[in-house]
């Protein structure tokens, strides 16, 4: 199955399968692996399939449960229907995560094939973009930054938006790497420090690469810095709030440090020519002068305002908050790599409504930090500000989009069914084929939920947090740093024959996780295919790419769409061939 091939009635067709096995198994993707003994997990699943799962090997729970291609199914016992069933459905629901033909991976290897002479750096990405970065991220950023400037290309649009841009890894690919004019924003102001101190020393590399005599072909062709924006993207505020954040000069300004050593002078000298991190009033990358681009090449579409501007003011150009009245919007293309929670899909409300907003590639993740209709507020999530007396209509919560899906019984996600669909499977099958050590994990934690809730029945999956190398431990040990950590004595006496009796269950414990594991995929692809069909109820064809490499990063898709110059909020040309036409250059 891939995205491109889905008729809009398909993907209707896919919401409702989707719905209804997610409902049918919700008693196991909103299962807690910590209280395998507490709730007695085992005996939920059908009698029939007890025997069957509980003397699996670990390679055989990856090759018979978890492994969709692997052919050679070799089965212990005879299998129930209904589990065989349960096995394909999941895998045939799911949208596929592999790259396409698998190309880029080397055999046998767990990481792309731009990693085989160097496990930490990239081949295909030039020294200067690798620095600071670790592999995984610059996997993601060559391959996204790809897209992105050939999503520009065919919107004819040189500048680009990156929402949640952290220290700014892809933001410089974008910008001195390929020549794009990049505004970058992130809520976290220690990040956007970092971002423009790297900056700066990739300003100096730059120098240096240029005063060689034989250029490396790696130099980037860009010649000005991307423009840091600091600030926090509510997820309740509109499209034109949205625009003037952009537009005000709260950048990084001359206060930061810059790189220490004998480059400092030189990189000064860089920065005058054009690092607009360090400039005090920056002009705005998401606006231009209104003479930049001729006037035959404009179409009326482009310079309208949202309807009720528009009734004010009909013939008025739209200015620019940063105060320079004789600018206005740039198209531009929005982008952001693994976008928590419900940042991901407010950016796809601002694509759909934004008239200046000509592209998106969107790479989610945190499903768990997504807000539901039933879990408006779930943990860790940054709340936007309400306004007093109104509640969050229900098109404002980051799940259901759609109206399609939000109308289908059983549509609702749990915070664990999300949170599990954060999960890696592809990391699993490794530790089950190599028969890890790490799989006694969730026994351990399940075991030590059972002695904590004897002591204190009101201390529910308390937060232990990560103990290091808790694998390696006696559980005797890994108890003790356990209950210190939740407020228990740590030497609280244990029974010693009824520990033994529960630690010897680890296979159920593994089998069990593996069953719920084997749901996650199927629970993203509800997640993304909502947003695929709110764009489509929008009049937006877009694209779901498994992008990554899954066995290197696992929130691997990047939905990909764009529209028409000039229009939101209504209706847009079909667009769908041109996605698609982009996607397989890159892919």
């Known amino acids: 199955m891939f995205t491109s091939s889905l008729s809009t009635q398909q993907q209707r067709d896919l919401a409702k399968r989707l719905t209804t096995f997610l409902s049918q198994y919700s008693h196991v993707s909103d299962s807690y692996i910590i209280e395998f003994f507490t709730e007695d997990l085992w005996h939920t699943l059908p009698n029939t399939w007890q025997p069957m799962l509980q003397d699996l090997s670990y390679p055989q729970i990856a090759d018979l449960l978890l492994d969709a291609a692997h052919r050679d199914k070799r089965y212990p016992s005879v299998w129930p229907l209904s589990l065989l069933a349960f096995r394909a459905t999941a895998h ?60 520009c290309d065919q919107t004819d649009c040189n500048s680009v938006v990156d929402v949640g841009s952290g220290q700014g890894h892809l933001t410089r690919f974008l910008s001195f790497g390929l020549g794009l004019s990049v505004t970058a924003i992130e809520a976290d102001h220690t990040l956007v420090a970092m971002a423009s101190k790297f900056d700066g020393q990739l300003l100096w590399a730059l120098e240096k690469e ?124 929005l982008t952001g790599l693994h976008a928590c929670g419900d940042l991901s899909a407010t950016l796809l409300r601002h694509f759909v409504s934004c008239p200046y907003v000509r592209g998106i590639t969107s790479v989610a993740c945190c499903y768990m930090k997504i807000t539901t209709k039933e879990n408006p507020a779930p943990p860790g999530l940054v709340a936007a500000p309400q306004t007093p007396g109104r509640e969050a209509l229900p098109s404002e919560f980051g799940y259901p989009m759609s109206s399609w899906v939000g ?118 692809t509800l997640v993304l295919l909502d947003r695929m069909i709110y764009l489509q109820e929008n009049g937006v064809d877009s694209q779901l790419v498994p992008l990554f490499d899954p066995n290197f990063s696992p929130r691997n898709f990047v939905l990909v769409a764009l529209k028409a110059r000039g229009q939101g909020g209504g209706k847009w040309e079909k667009s769908n061939d041109i996605c698609h036409s982009l996607v397989r250059k890159v892919t």
């Open 407 to 524: 109308g289908l019984p059983g549509h609702q996600l749990s915070y664990k069914a999300r949170e599990g669909a954060c999960h890696a499977a592809e990391d699993y099958k490794r530790r089950l084929r190599e028969e890890s050590e790490l799989l006694r994990t969730h026994c351990y934690r399940a075991t030590l939920e059972t002695i904590i809730r004897e002591t204190r029945p009101d201390l529910r999956r308390a937060g232990i947090q990560t103990i290091k190398k808790a694998h390696l431990l006696p559980f005797t040990e890994y108890a003790r740093l356990g209950l210190a950590r939740v407020g228990l004595p740590p030497g609280l006496p244990l029974a010693p024959q009824r520990v033994e009796a529960m630690l010897k269950q680890q296979r159920r414990v593994v089998v069990y996780f593996s069953l719920a594991l084997l749901l996650a995929p199927v629970v993203e």
């Open 92 to 151: 045939a629901l799911a949208f596929p995560r592999e790259c396409r033909r698998g190309r880029g991976t080397a055999a046998g290897s767990e990481k792309p094939e731009e990693f085989l002479h160097n496990q930490s750096q990239s081949a295909l990405l030039g020294h200067i973009f690798r620095k600071h970065v670790k592999p995984k991220k610059q996997h993601e950023i060559r391959k996204l930054g790809s897209l992105v400037k050939q999503l």
């Open 210 to 333: 240029r005063q060689k005599k034989n250029c490396s072909s790696l130099v980037p062709v860009s010649q000005s810095s991307p423009r840091h924006v600091a600030g926090w993207v509510n997820p309740r505020a509109s499209w034109e709030a949205f625009i003037k954040q952009l537009s005000v000069s709260d950048c990084v300004d001359d206060g930061l440090p810059t790189p220490s050593g004998p480059s400092k002078k030189r990189l000064r000298g860089c920065e005058l020519q054009g690092a607009s991190h360090v400039v005090q009033t920056p002009s705005c990358r998401v606006c231009t002068d209104s003479e930049s681009r001729s006037q035959d090449s404009e179409s009326p579409s482009q310079r309208q305002l949202s309807k009720s501007e528009s009734e004010e003011e009909p013939s008025a150009e739209k200015h620019c908050s940063c105060g320079e009245n004789s600018q206005r919007h740039q198209d531009f293309v």
